[in-house]
């Protein structure tokens, strides 16, 4: 049975593509280019496979690398118009898109930990972008700059 990670990374651009398709439909405030939607989605997308390659091979996955790219996510999102439920939304859209690709590839199952790994992953990118985000809304709020912080 091929693996979460390899299904992932051979089909990495389809997953892609397919959620930034549904995220410009649904979710963004508005038309976007390519660079602004996708963001830090590929990099997390690649951390992901990465923390999926580790545990395979035996090793801590450290899930913990994906949450400066949320970080950044939430920080990017804040400053193009996105809404605070349609940055969780279009998390959510991301882990529907991989697990379709597990259905479309005749494959059922999921190994628990894979699916462990998998939510762990998406928690901390959504916590830590949700926090960024609000960090920011309320400095801007304040009446001061919606700049980046220093973490």
């Known amino acids: 049975m091929e693996s979460l990670a390899d299904m ?47 545990e395979e091979e035996g090793v801590e996955p450290k899930t913990h690398r994906v949450g400066p790219l949320g970080w ?19 998390y959510g859209v991301l882990h529907d898109c991989i697990f379709e690709l597990v259905e479309n590839r005749g494959h059922g199952l999921v190994r628990l930990e894979e699916a462990r790994i998998l939510a762990q992953c998406f928690t901390r990118a959504i916590a830590e972008a949700v926090a960024h985000y609000l960090r920011m809304r309320e400095r801007e709020l304040q009446g001061g700059e919606a700049a980046p912080a220093v973490s």
């Open 8 to 54: 992932m990374e051979t089909g990495q651009e389809q997953l892609f593509h397919e959620w930034r398709e549904r995220v410009q439909q649904r979710h963004a405030p508005g038309p976007l280019s390519e660079p602004e939607l996708a963001d830090q989605i590929p990099d997390f997308l690649r951390q992901v496979i990465a923390a999926l390659r580790r």
């Open 72 to 90: 950044e996510h939430g920080e990017q999102r804040f400053l193009i118009g996105f809404t605070l439920s349609n940055i969780v939304r279009e």
